[in-house]
């Protein structure tokens, strides 16, 4: 994105970045997106040379308070869910896959130094962030775990673990997650179904495989006709939006999601959405 600005700058008389997030906090990234607009405005070739001063015509920044007269309805105050709202207690299946990852964790560390074990703790954090996700997320890659595991060394210690995990898996499914099943008594206490007049409901998903996994899951649960094609998105009530998304047909669904006039009454996306895509 920056080598396309850098490459705009130079053909245009008159060059406006708008933003929420403009750079990493890094003194000389700021100086560097100046620099698009002014390049004699920060003289130093490295851009940690300067002062709020030398730049002061360039840049402007403004607050939600700053705008919320002219942003009216358009600005919603952010409501606070209690944290004992959004939490539910594991169901003994799931417990188990915990007990699981407990007993690796407790092994790993005890044996940390032998090459094994070896950078374990990262791949358990891993396998733990993906079963609060799916199931089906973890068990993808759990699996891809147990190969790489088994080709490199058939008798591993972790291999009883991880095929203790594997076989747990196999039996569960996001549809009878405790979490799952919170979410839907959620969607029915504001009002949610599918119909018409339900509120838009715009649902993250950090995985694919857990995206997939919810679509087909919430459209049996409130009997919706979904279909994963690309070109169907804006056109049904449960839309999807990931990476692999082709921007022709990414846009059309946010669009269709942002109208509120569109038949899109849910939002299922990945952290694409997150990624400058403007809901």
Known sequence: AYRLARLLSRRTDSMLLTTATPHNGKRETFGRLISLLDPSAIPDPDFKEYTAEDIKGFFLMRFKEDVREDAGENLTDRLLVPLEQTTVEATSEEETIYQVLA????EAMKNKSEEAWRNNVLVQYGIYKQFLSSPESCRKTLQKRIKAVREKNAESPELPYLDRMDQHLQTLSIQSSSRYQLLIRQLKQIGWDGKPNSPRVLVFTEYRETQDALAAALAKDFKLKYSPKFEQQPKQ????????????????????????SSEVRMLLATDVASEGVNL
């Not at 007993?103 to 407790?106: D, N, P, Q």
């Not at 009530?237 to 509120?260: R, Y």
């Open 237 to 260: 009530v449960l839309a999807t939006i990931n990476g692999s998304c082709p921007d022709i047909h990414l846009m059309k669904t946010v669009e269709a999601f942002g109208t509120g």
């Open 103 to 106: 007993e690796l964790r407790v």
